[in-house]
């Protein structure tokens, strides 16, 4: 009887050592705002401009990401002698590509469009997540990193992994579309950088689609808070 009393007891313990020592996924959010630069540090960005090059299909190509706080996100990237623009307001969204038969400005479908507007926010969609309407779960962990689940107020759902070491995030997995077809899209950060703010940029970026279709960015250029006109996000007549 006593051994299974001290079985218990020995059981009970380690129940509790376990449970204190959990992170609910509040902790780990807080932690990972902390990691890329604090709230102060990104409350200080009003907006971002980046230059980079994008490395897909045998070919290295200039690119250009513009954002303003909440305003807009714009991306244009050169490929054969085109352009392939992407661009999210607070409004909607439009988009430009050749690539897939639309070589004139198109509105976004609203599913796109939901998709993807987490961008127009500096600190990305985990920061301050509750006040955008979010809310997240966690789901143990994937190798050393934990998985969160984000669900926006539209009910869109991103999968962040975010290393348990650093807290910085290693990736985000969300759904996408691909000639039509339902994709899974995964982005790989690496290679993070502190700016003169304070705030964390990765300077490389993997794209996965569907494991159909990949990219690498490499970040060469970053101007924190320089003055952009707001009308470089509406979309062309």
């Known amino acids: 009887m006593k051994k299974l009393i001290h079985g218990i007891l020995a059981v009970s313990a380690l129940a509790i050592a376990v449970s204190s020592s ?6 780990i959010v807080s932690k990972y705002v902390a990691a890329i630069g604090g709230k102060e540090a990104i409350s200080q960005v009003k907006s971002v401009y980046m230059e980079s090059s994008v490395s897909m299909m045998g070919g290295e190509n200039p690119s250009t990401t513009t954002i303003v706080d909440g305003v807009g996100y714009k991306n244009e990237t050169e490929f054969n002698g085109t352009k392939i623009v992407q661009c999210f307001t607070d409004k909607g969204g ?3 590509n050749p690539m897939a ?6 509105a976004m479908p609203e599913d796109v469009y939901n998709s993807g507007k987490g961008q127009l926010n500096i600190g990305g969609p985990l920061f301050d997540y509750a006040a955008k309407g979010s809310k997240i779960e966690l789901f143990g962990k994937d190798g050393n990193a934990y998985k969160i689940k984000l ?11 975010i290393d348990s070491t ?21 982005t790989k950060f690496s290679d993070f950088r502190k700016t003169d703010l304070g705030y964390m940029i990765p300077y490389a970026i993997d794209l996965d689609i569907g494991g159909q279709f990949t ?23």
């Open 101 to 106: 038969g639309a070589s004139t400005p198109q």
């Open 94 to 96: 439009w988009a430009i």
């Open 151 to 161: 669900t926006s107020k539209e009910n869109v759902e991103s999968v962040y992994l």
């Open 22 to 27: 959990a992170q609910t996924a509040d902790e």
């Open 215 to 237: 990219l690498t960015i490499a970040v060469k250029k970053v101007e924190l808070n320089k003055t952009i006109d707001p009308a470089v996000f509406e979309m062309p007549k």
């Open 166 to 186: 650093t807290f910085l995030p290693v990736s985000m997995t969300s759904k996408g579309k691909m000639q039509d077809q339902d994709v899974d899209i995964t």
